[in-house]
T-cell receptor, first 111, second 116 residues
Framework: KQEVTQIPAALSVPEGENLVLNCSFTDSAIYNLQWFRQDPGKGLTSLLLIQSSQREQTSGRLNASLDKSSGRSTLYIAASQPGDSATYLCAVRRGGNKLVFGAGTILRVKS | NAGVMQNPRHLVRRRGQEARLRCSPMKGHSHVYWYRQLPEEGLKFMVYLQKENIIDESGMPKERFSAEFPKEGPSILRIQQVVRGDSAAYFC??????????????FGPGTRLTVL
């Protein structure tokens, strides 16, 4: 059974700081891994999707890496801004199209 | 191209009533997924449907819950005889036909169900 763990559960940083969110999964047989952002009371916004054959993906100030063999992914956010405050969710996809989510990291960027 | 639409956004039911949650996938998408997010927990997969077919319902509770995606119209998640433990945010996602392991699922804004 695939399990996804995210560390830390919550993070508070001053504006401008670079930060790393961690995601680990127990079964390395995945199709892809996806990072989402969820704002309070809102839906999910896809940030980055890394295919199982890829090592990393970048979008603006975001960089996500994937190490399948060790069952780990990191989301790096450069020069954090208050608008980055949200819950960040990691999800892996195995067979059958369903996503298995971690519990998320609640990020607060203080101005 | 409108995103995934869900309605209602908020739904209040008393114990024992029925709840019907609707999801209209993105235009051109024929795969629909339902996930549930309980308070203070991550999202959990419930069911995966294609038009007129349930593909994977391994995450659905055995009783009171059902889902459909008819040939015409939105996908419906139905909860009969709701209990307080059903209070959660229910998210729908969709993906295009021919979805393979590499495709993104696009999520709707969710329906927040409160059972009194």
């Amino acid at each position: 059974k695939q399990e996804v763990t995210q560390i830390p559960a919550a993070l508070s940083v001053p504006e401008g700081e670079n930060l790393v969110l961690n995601c680990s999964f127990t079964d390395s047989a995945i199709y892809n891994l996806q990072w989402f952002r969820q704002d309070p009371g809102k839906g999910l916004t896809s940030l980055l999707l890394i295919q199982s054959s890829q090592r990393e993906q970048t979008s603006g100030r975001l960089n996500a890496s994937l190490d399948k063999s060790s069952g780990r992914s990191t989301l790096y956010i450069a020069a954090s801004q208050p608008g980055d405050s949200a819950t960040y969710l990691c999800a892996v996809r195995r067979g059958g199209n369903k996503l298995v989510f971690g519990a998320g990291t609640i990020l607060r960027v203080k101005s | 191209n409108a995103g995934v639409m869900q309605n209602p956004r908020h739904l209040v039911r008393r114990r024992g009533q029925e709840a019907r949650l609707r999801c209209s996938p993105m235009k051109g998408h024929s795969h629909v997924y339902w996930y549930r997010q309980l308070p203070e927990e991550g999202l959990k997969f419930m069911v995966y449907l294609q038009k007129e077919n349930i593909i994977d319902e391994s995450g659905m509770p055995k009783e009171r819950f059902s889902a459909e995606f008819p040939k015409e119209g939105p996908s419906i998640l139905r909860i009969q005889q709701v209990v307080r433990g059903d209070s959660a945010a229910y998210f729908c996602a969709s993906s295009p036909p021919g979805t393979s392991g590499g495709d993104t699922q696009y999520f709707g804004p969710g329906t927040r169900l409160t059972v009194l």
